[in-house]
């Protein structure tokens, strides 16, 4: 009998056990193409495959608005980073979803090189 304060057991061990089998034991590749930035989407028209797992289900219904980080679906499916970059992984090879780099932040431009237009536009339009 447990108290108020002490976990249930079971419990415990059923959240150390679930990403192991949704992942059917699999741990991420060291060159995965996934990074928590990355941008994914389902593809339009997904292919015919074999019945999908519930959690690749959420994933796919996630994804179908719209490109979403690999952060952002794990926030939403309350699964483990690593897991989704699997999940995810898997999904691209099936071609249910659409993968893309993140949009590079803009590197700053030389002040000298800014300056140097505005006064080649000073002196041409006066």
């Known amino acids: 009998m447990t108290t108020d304060d002490e976990p ?24 995965s193409d996934f990074s928590l930035i990355s941008l994914v989407t389902a593809h339009t028209e997904p292919p015919r495959t074999k019945p999908l797992d519930p959690e690749k289900l959420l994933l796919l219904e996630l994804c179908s608005g719209g490109f979403l980080s690999i952060a952002e679906i794990a926030g ?33 431009v030389d002040r000298e090189i800014l300056e140097e237009v505005l006064n080649g536009l000073q002196a041409r339009l006066g």
Do not use: F
């Not at 249930?8 to 060159?31: C, F, K, S, W």
């Open 8 to 31: 249930e057991p079971e419990h415990e061990a059923a959240e150390l056990v679930r990403p192991y089998v949704i992942t059917n034991g699999r741990d991420l590749l060291d060159d």
């Open 76 to 108: 939403h499916t309350r699964l483990p980073v690593g897991v989704v970059k699997i999940l995810a992984s898997d999904l691209a090879q099936e071609g249910h979803l659409y993968s893309r780099a993140p949009i590079p932040s803009a590197q700053l």
